[in-house]
C-alpha cells in the first residue's frame, strides 16, 4: 500500500531497476482480433518452447493488449530488438526462438511485406501502418500485460494522479482540462471540461463519475481495445475526474459482451487498491474513492446517458427528456459524470503534459487524437489513431493501404448507426467533429467502415435503419414508428416494390423523427438516411424506376443465370448451392431454378474463373432455359499427344 | 432447476433490488436462460412485481425466456460484416439448422441469435459458434463448418 508520491516514485525506480532493459521480451497480442485467429495458442507454443530451451529466466513472454493490426494477427514483438512479427503461427514459435530468441536473426517471412510497393519493415515503427499514425492512447497497449500493474507503473503510470492529488486543487484540475479542449469521445463531442465544471459545481454531497464503456456501435472497437488492453489509463482518468468533481463512488458500465475486457479491467480495480490507488486514503491525500463494475445486458440504447443511469440502477434502460443533465440529477438523482472509456483514458496525458502539450495535436476545434476502426472493404482492417484533423484519404489509403481486390472506393460510413456516409469527393476533409456533421455524417465514437463499388448504398441505409428499429426502445412514437417506417419503405425499395414519391417520403419522415425523438437514438436515426440520399440518390432512383441493383447486393434484384454457352457441367456449382436451385447431372449444362434461388450468388463466385459461366442479372429478365435434350455435353476423348516422354521423368 | 444456485446468486447481490440486471445476467450465464421459477424467487427475494421483471428479462438482449440449445450460434450483423456478405452467410444458417434467430429448434442442436458486432472485423463475415470464431466465411464454407456439430 502506498502512502506517499514519493513511495510511488520508489516503487517505480525499483520495477524499473529489476528489468534490466535489454531482457529479452515476447510481447504477443492478446486482444479479441488475435485471439480470434490463434493467439492464445500462440502463447502457449512461446511458453513451452522458452521452457524447453531453457529460457524461462532470461527470456519474459506476456499476452498484451491490442495494438490494432488487426489484418495481420497474430502479431508478435520481440524486445529489446522491437522485431515485430506477422500473421505468427504455432508452428513459427520453434523458429522464432532458435533464430531471434537465440541468435538475434531475422526470421524474414515473418515480417512486413508489401509485394506491390515493395517496402519491408522489420520493427514495428516502420510499418506503414503504424507510421502514419500518432499512437498516445494505444501505443503502449503491446508494451503492457493488462493483468500486471508493474507494466503500467514501468511506462510511468499514475504519476498523473499523484500531480493531480498533491500539486492541483480540483479546479485546477477542471480549469486544465477545459483548457485542453477536449471533447467527449463517446460520439457527442461535448467540452470535457464544461462537463465536469457543471457536476463539480452542482450542489450536493454526495457525486458519482461514470465510465461509459457500453459501446455498442456495430463494428467499432475502440474501447475495447483499451479497456482489455490497458486498463488503469481508464482508472487513472477517472479516479483524477472524481478528485475533480468531488465524486467518492464511481461506476464502470461494461457490455457483458466483452468479457476480457470486464476480466481485465475487474483484475485493474483489485490491483489499484492493493497498491492504494483506490480506497480510503488515496497515496496519503485523504481523497477516498471506489469504483464497481456493472454489466450492460445487450441494450444498444444503454449508450445513452439517461438509459445508462437507469441501467445501472438495475431497471429498463428506457431513456428521459434532458433537462435535467445528470450533472445536476443523474444516478439516484445526484450530480453525476459520465465520460466514454477514450475519454477517461485522455486524461492521464493532460494532466501528466499539460494541456498546452495535449492541444498541439488536432484541429482549432478538436484537439489530440482519436481511435478509429477503420473496417470493411479495406486492406488493413484495424484501429488507427491519428490526430484530429488528418485527411480521410490518409486513412484510409496512407494507414489503411486502400481497397482490396482492385475494387473502386464508394463511401466511408462514419459514426456508427447515428453517421452518415462520405462519398469520394469529399476524401480529403480533415476529420474533425465539426468538419464530419458539415459533410453530413458525425464522428461518433470512431467507426469508419470503407464501402467499395460492390456495396449498395439503399442497403447500407436499410441495414442501418434496421438495427436502430430492434435497438429503439419504443418509448417515445417518434422515434419507435419513424424509424419502423422508414425501414418499412427502404425494405420495399432494395425488395423491387419501390415507387415514385418514396423518396420524398422517407425525406419527410427522417426530419419529423430527428425533430420529435426524445433522446440521441431517434434524432440521428435519420443520418444513414438523408446522407445516403444527398450523396447517393441516383442509387435509390435505379432501384425504384429500373427495379435495379447496380452493385448487385440487394438479393431481391438480382437473379442469377448460367451461360449455357459457357457452363461446362463441371458440378460445383451444384454442389455448392444450398438452396439446391442448380439443375446439374453430369454432362448436362446447368441451369439455375429460379423458383428456388435465393440470390445468395454462391455459384457466382465458386464458377471457375476459366469458364465465367454463372452471369448476374438485375434490371432486366432472365433467358429461359435451354431445352432439355439441348442440354447433354457430347465429351470427345482426349488424345494423348505423342511427344516422346523424356527418360528421366520414367518411373 | 437448482433452487440453491439461484438463492446464492440473489445473495451474491446482497439481495439489492439495484442489483436485478447483475443477477439476472448471473442466472443467465449459469442456466444458459431464464426459468420463471428463477423470476419468481428474484420478484419474492428481492420484493419487485414479477411485471417489471418480466419488463426487464423482455427488455435487453442478453436474457432469453427460453432454453437454449447445445450449441449456440451467433451470426455478426456488425456493419463490417454486412458490407462483407453476412446477410448471406445468416441464411445460409437459417436454411441448414432450420430457425430463425432467436430460435432453438425442436432437437434442442442449435440456438441461433443474430449479434451487433463481435469486434473481430479482420475476419469477417464471422459467426461465433459455442465461443469459438470462425472467420472469412461464405456461404459454401459456412454449410461445411455447420455440419461437424452434432
Redesign the interface.
Known amino acids: 500500500m502506498l502512502n506517499s508520491p514519493a513511495e510511488l516514485e520508489q516503487l517505480r525506480q525499483d520495477i524499473l531497476a529489476k528489468r534490466k532493459s535489454n531482457k529479452a521480451r515476447i510481447s504477443i497480442c492478446a486482444g479479441?482480433?488475435c485471439?480470434?485467429?490463434g493467439a492464445a495458442k500462440v502463447i502457449d507454443a512461446f511458453n513451452a518452447e522458452i521452457a524447453k530451451e531453457g529460457l524461462s529466466g532470461e527470456v519474459e513472454v506476456k499476452g498484451t493488449g491490442c495494438p490494432g493490426f488487426?489484418?495481420r494477427?497474430p502479431i508478435v514483438v520481440l524486445d529489446p530488438e522491437e522485431t515485430c512479427y506477422l500473421r505468427v503461427t504455432p508452428k513459427d514459435v520453434p523458429e522464432i526462438v532458435a533464430q531471434t530468441v537465440k541468435e538475434k536473426q531475422v526470421v524474414e517471412r515473418l515480417v512486413y511485406f508489401d509485394a506491390v510497393k515493395n517496402v519491408k519493415a522489420v520493427h514495428e515503427a516502420d510499418i506503414p501502418f503504424y507510421k502514419n499514425q500518432e499512437r498516445n492512447i494505444i501505443g503502449n497497449n503491446i508494451k503492457i500485460d493488462p493483468k500486471r500493474i508493474d507494466d503500467y507503473l514501468a511506462l510511468g503510470g499514475y504519476s498523473a494522479l499523484a500531480k493531480a492529488l498533491f500539486q492541483m486543487t480540483p479546479e485546477q484540475v477542471v480549469g486544465e482540462v477545459k483548457k485542453s479542449g477536449l471533447r467527449g469521445r463517446g460520439g457527442g463531442g461535448f467540452p470535457t471540461g464544461i462537463k465536469w465544471e457543471a457536476a463539480r459545481k452542482a450542489p450536493g454531497e454526495t457525486k458519482y463519475v461514470i465510465v461509459n464503456a457500453d459501446e455498442?456501435?456495430?463494428?467499432?472497437?475502440m474501447d475495447?481495445a483499451v479497456l482489455e488492453g490497458n486498463p488503469h489509463s481508464i482508472l487513472e482518468g477517472l479516479i483524477i475526474g472524481a478528485y475533480a468533481i468531488g465524486a467518492h463512488d464511481g461506476y464502470v458500465y461494461v457490455r457483458?459482451?466483452?468479457p476480457l475486457a470486464l476480466e481485465n479491467i475487474g483484475v485493474a480495480i483489485m490491483q489499484a487498491q492493493e497498491y492504494g490507488f483506490l480506497g480510503k486514503n488515496i497515496l496519503g491525500s485523504g481523497f477516498d474513492f471506489n469504483i464497481r463494475v456493472?454489466?450492460g445486458?445487450?441494450?444498444?440504447v444503454c449508450g445513452e446517458e439517461t438509459a445508462l443511469l437507469l441501467?445501472?440502477?438495475?431497471?429498463?434502460?428506457?431513456p428521459r427528456a434532458r433537462p435535467p443533465y445528470p450533472a445536476t440529477s443523474g444516478l439516484w438523482g445526484k450530480p453525476t459524470n459520465i465520460n466514454n472509456v477514450e475519454t477517461w483514458a485522455n486524461i492521464p496525458l493532460i494532466v501528466d503534459k499539460g494541456a498546452d502539450w495535449y492541444g498541439q495535436s488536432g484541429t482549432a476545434s478538436s484537439k489530440g487524437t482519436k481511435i478509429f476502426?477503420l473496417?470493411?472493404?479495406i486492406k488493413n482492417?484495424?484501429l488507427v489513431e491519428v490526430p484530429m484533423g488528418a485527411t480521410l484519404r490518409d486513412i484510409i489509403y496512407k494507414i489503411g493501404d486502400g481497397i482490396p481486390n482492385g475494387k473502386k472506393f464508394k463511401a466511408v460510413?462514419t459514426g456508427?448507426p447515428a453517421g452518415g456516409c462520405i462519398p469520394e469527393e469529399h476524401l480529403d476533409l480533415a476529420v474533425d467533429f465539426d468538419e464530419l456533421i458539415k459533410a453530413g455524417a458525425i464522428m461518433g465514437s470512431g467507426?469508419m467502415?470503407v464501402?467499395d463499388e460492390d456495396?449498395c448504398m439503399v442497403d447500407?441505409a436499410r441495414?442501418?435503419v434496421n438495427?436502430l428499429a430492434q435497438e429503439s426502445?419504443g418509448k417515445c412514437s417518434p422515434c419507435r414508428e419513424g424509424i419502423k417506417q422508414m425501414r418499412r419503405i427502404l425494405t420495399d425499395i432494395t425488395e423491387g416494390r419501390g415507387k415514385e414519391g418514396d423518396i420524398e417520403l422517407l425525406e419527410e419522415l427522417a426530419m419529423s423523427t430527428g425533430k420529435a425523438s426524445l433522446c440521441a437514438l431517434g434524432r440521428t436515426a435519420p443520418n444513414p438516411v438523408l446522407s445516403t440520399i444527398r450523396h447517393f440518390r441516383h442509387e435509390y432512383e435505379t432501384h425504384i424506376k429500373e427495379k435495379r441493383c447496380p452493385s448487385f447486393t440487394c438479393?431481391g434484384l438480382v437473379s442469377y443465370y448460367i451461360d449455357p454457352a459457357k457452363c461446362t457441367a463441371c458440378r460445383i456449382c451444384d454442389r455448392?448451392c444450398?438452396?439446391d436451385a442448380v439443375v446439374g447431372g453430369k454432362n448436362l449444362i446447368h441451369y439455375v431454378d429460379q423458383t428456388k434461388c435465393?440470390a445468395?450468388?454462391?455459384c457466382f463466385?465458386?464458377c471457375p474463373s476459366k469458364f465465367g459461366a454463372v452471369i448476374r442479372i438485375t434490371g432486366e429478365d432472365v433467358p429461359a432455359p435451354i431445352p432439355e435434350e439441348a442440354r447433354i455435353i457430347v465429351r470427345q476423348r482426349r488424345v494423348p499427344k505423342k511427344e516422346p516422354q523424356p527418360a528421366s521423368s520414367a518411373p | 432447476m437448482d433452487r440453491k444456485k439461484i438463492e446464492q446468486v440473489i445473495d451474491a447481490h446482497n439481495g439489492e433490488a439495484s442489483a436485478l440486471i447483475e443477477i439476472l445476467l448471473d442466472i443467465q450465464n449459469e442456466f444458459h436462460w431464464l426459468p420463471g421459477e428463477a423470476l419468481e424467487m428474484i420478484s419474492e427475494k428481492l420484493q419487485i412485481p414479477l411485471s417489471r421483471i418480466q419488463h426487464t428479462a423482455t427488455f435487453y438482449r442478453a436474457f432469453s425466456l427460453v432454453p437454449k440449445g447445445r450449441h449456440e450460434i451467433n451470426v455478426c450483423m456488425g456493419t463490417a460484416c454486412h458490407v462483407r456478405g453476412a446477410p448471406r452467410v445468416l441464411e445460409v444458417v437459417q436454411q441448414i439448422v432450420g430457425i430463425e434467430p432467436g430460435e432453438t429448434d425442436a432437437e434442442m442442436k442449435f440456438s441461433l441469435d443474430t449479434v451487433n458486432c463481435l469486434g473481430c472485423c479482420a475476419i469477417g463475415p464471422v459467426m461465433e459458434i459455442d465461443e469459438q470464431h470462425l472467420g472469412k466465411l461464405v456461404p459454401a464454407k459456412t454449410a461445411e463448418l455447420l455440419k461437424n456439430y452434432d
Not at chain 1, 455498442?216 to 472497437?221: Q, R, T
Open positions: 479479441a482480433g485471439l480470434a485467429t488487426c489484418e494477427g455498442g456501435d456495430p463494428g467499432a472497437f475495447r457483458q459482451e466483452y456493472n454489466r445486458a445487450g441494450a444498444f441501467s445501472l440502477e438495475g431497471k429498463p434502460g428506457e476502426s473496417v470493411g472493404k482492417t484495424g460510413q456508427g467507426g467502415i464501402m456495396t447500407v441495414y442501418f438495427f426502445c438479393q455448392e444450398s438452396s435465393n445468395c450468388g454462391t463466385e465458386v
